[in-house]
């Protein structure tokens, strides 16, 4: 079931990355616990001219380059395969320890020349930096740190090259878990098909599903099984959409009330706080108060003279409005149907025209468009 997680996340976000794990709660406290006690060691070691852990140290680092899947795939006999050996040669290294002739600044200049020729020009200076370093533990980990970095940005990259074939054998593999799972769930669809019932149309089964996918964005846990791996998404999606509707609600009252509240960067500034803090879930009320109060500060900041209750009072209700989705209020009726409907038509793929209102946040609700398409057209 993971690994299936995982494909899906890679074909459905076009952003995702592989990403260094932390260790949760006290496992991560006992590891970084642990790592302290090995730096504070290592330099209390090499303050007495002990090496010993820096060749182990060196050597791990060497193997860790090695790793590197365009170094990895190279042969023995390589060039830069040669160089890496020649440059972190542990035996030689023990060597010069032994004769007191090693210096670790040497050697690690030697490592950074080569990190280099592997990192992203966006990650070059940050190499280049270990080279100021005096501290001996911030040196190593800082090594660590660069290689690791490397390691994720080449399979970064592969994994973007293959997304293609990832999400072609992905549409295969989940198809056949599904299977799977309905030999052994005979009743693995009920919520599927109760809601596809709640969502037909007479205009065939394509507007059928678009409505079904629309409607996940209003809806509560639990969702369809055939979305289960999309729930996170859809609440998200669920989220945005709230928000344009707040902002243009907003928009819209507050303008009637000071031409200040029409004003682009006005409207900007208010739409980012309200993206900010629009919770995920239509319940959280500290979440909903916080909000409220944010606004009202940003609106009586730009218009001074206006009665703070009055702001409130109209703050309050749009955010009760927007969040408790019940409201009949005329005007974010006409907004919802306008948002709805076009998003029904980028869903299926016609000429959909921006919504009326909406002007003022058009990148985001292209971006909305687009997020909710893409999520329904995979499914």
């Known amino acids: 079931m993971a690994k299936m997680e995982m494909a899906h996340e890679i074909v459905m976000n076009s952003d995702y990355k592989i990403k260094k794990q932390q260790a949760p709660g006290l496992q991560g406290r006992i590891e970084a616990t642990m790592k302290e006690a090995f730096w504070d060691l290592l330099r209390s070691d090499v303050e007495r001219n002990n090496y010993s852990q820096c060749v182990t140290l060196l050597s791990e680092i060497r193997t860790q380059i090695e790793s590197i899947g365009t170094i990895e795939k190279l042969p023995a006999t390589h060039p830069f395969r040669i160089l890496i050996a020649d440059t972190i040669d542990t035996e030689l290294i023990q060597q010069q320890i032994e004769h007191e002739s090693f210096d670790l600044s040497v050697k690690v200049a030697a490592i950074v020349s080569i990190l280099l020729k592997l990192c992203s020009a966006g990650q070059d200076q940050e190499v280049r930096n270990i080279l100021h370093l005096t501290d001996v533990v911030e040196i190593f980990k800082e090594l660590y740190a660069a290689v690791d970095t490397i390691k994720l940005e080449i399979a970064n990259f592969y994994l973007n090259q293959a997304k293609d074939t990832i999400k072609q054998h992905s549409i295969e593999y989940e198809r056949a878990k599904f299977e799977e799972f309905l030999q052994t769930h005979p009743s693995g669809l009920d919520k599927t098909k109760e809601w596809i019932r709640d969502n037909l149309s007479d205009s065939g089964p394509l507007v059928t599903m678009c409505h079904s996918y629309l409607q996940l964005l209003n809806c509560k846990p639990p969702s369809p099984e055939t979305t289960a791996l999309d729930e996170h998404r859809y609440k998200a999606l669920g989220c945005n959409s709230r928000t344009l509707l707040l902002s243009t609600l907003l928009q819209l009252k507050l303008s009637s009330l000071h031409p200040g509240y029409a004003e682009e960067p006005f409207l900007l500034s ?32 730009k218009v001074p003279g206006l009665a703070p209750d009055q702001l409130r009072t109209l703050i309050e209700a749009s955010i009760e409005g927007v969040l408790g989705e019940q409201t009949q209020e005329p005007v974010l009726c006409l907004l919802r149907k306008r948002l709805l409907s076009y998003l029904t038509d980028v869903s299926l793929n016609k000429k959909a025209q921006l919504p009326r209102g909406f002007e003022a946040i058009t990148a985001d609700v292209v971006k909305a468009g687009g997020s909710v398409s893409e999520a329904g057209g995979f499914q």
Do not use: A, R, S, W
């Open 270 to 301: 208010l739409h980012k706080t309200i993206q900010i803090l629009v919770p995920l879930d239509t319940d959280p009320e500290p979440q909903q108060g916080l909000l409220l109060e944010k606004t009202l500060d940003i609106c009586c900041k």
